[in-house]
């Protein structure tokens, strides 16, 4: 068994179109540390979680982030708060109110293990844009890869383009590879 820590639904689905129906949502509330880098914030919290897990499974924890180009990457890894804060709508005013409406969403996924943890990074770039589309979570209506926004796609669509998808790809190599 492989212990999702989300309180998520959504990354759990995505999740498990690259490692299988072992993946488990593990719903543990760990500390998040304050780091303008991703991979810290995930290291940390996969570590403290898999001390939390049942038995000596293994567990992942992932760091998202949207990255706007015209705001020097806020709000980066500050993206949740901001997101309860402001909203999605608001976001995308402050975007368009620029030139640039370029953005980035990266995604680090922690996997730890009795063995140590390691990281893999995803990256997706696309545009901001007004909400579009009601699939997907967080800010998927604002962001448009290729014309279509990760709330109008599929959740195959998004992960073959996504920054978690691209994480989680890196991720199921790494396991695959180990195992043989
Ligand atoms: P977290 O690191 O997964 O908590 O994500 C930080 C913020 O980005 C939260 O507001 C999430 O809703 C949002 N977020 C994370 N992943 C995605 C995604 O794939 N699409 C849209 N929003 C996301």
């Known amino acids: 068994m492989l212990h999702f820590v989300t309180t998520n639904p959504g990354k759990v689905r995505e999740a498990r179109d690259y490692l299988g129906d072992d993946v488990r949502q593990f719903d543990y509330d760990y500390a998040e540390i304050q780091s303008d880098d991703l991979a810290d914030i995930a290291a940390r919290g996969a570590r403290e979680a898999r001390e939390a897990a049942p038995g000596d499974d293994p567990v992942i924890v992932d760091d998202s982030g949207l990255f706007v180009d015209a705001l020097d990457g806020f709000p980066g890894p500050y993206s949740s708060y901001v997101h309860e804060r402001l909203g ?18 990266e995604t680090v996924v922690a996997y730890a ?3 140590g943890v390691e990281t893999f990074t995803g990256r997706a770039e696309g ?13 998927d209506p604002i962001f448009e890869y290729g014309g279509t926004t990760f709330a109008e796609m599929t959740s195959e ?3 073959d383009v996504s920054h978690r998808g691209a994480a989680l790809a890196k991720l199921a190599d790494w396991l695959d590879t180990r195992s043989r």
């Open 127 to 139: 545009t901001i844009v007004s909400p579009r589309g009601d699939g997907g979570f967080g800010y």
């Open 113 to 115: 293990d009795g063995d």
């Open 88 to 105: 999605i709508e608001r976001v995308q005013e402050l975007v368009a109110a620029e030139d640039d409406h370029g953005a980035a969403f």
């Open 157 to 159: 669509e998004k992960n």
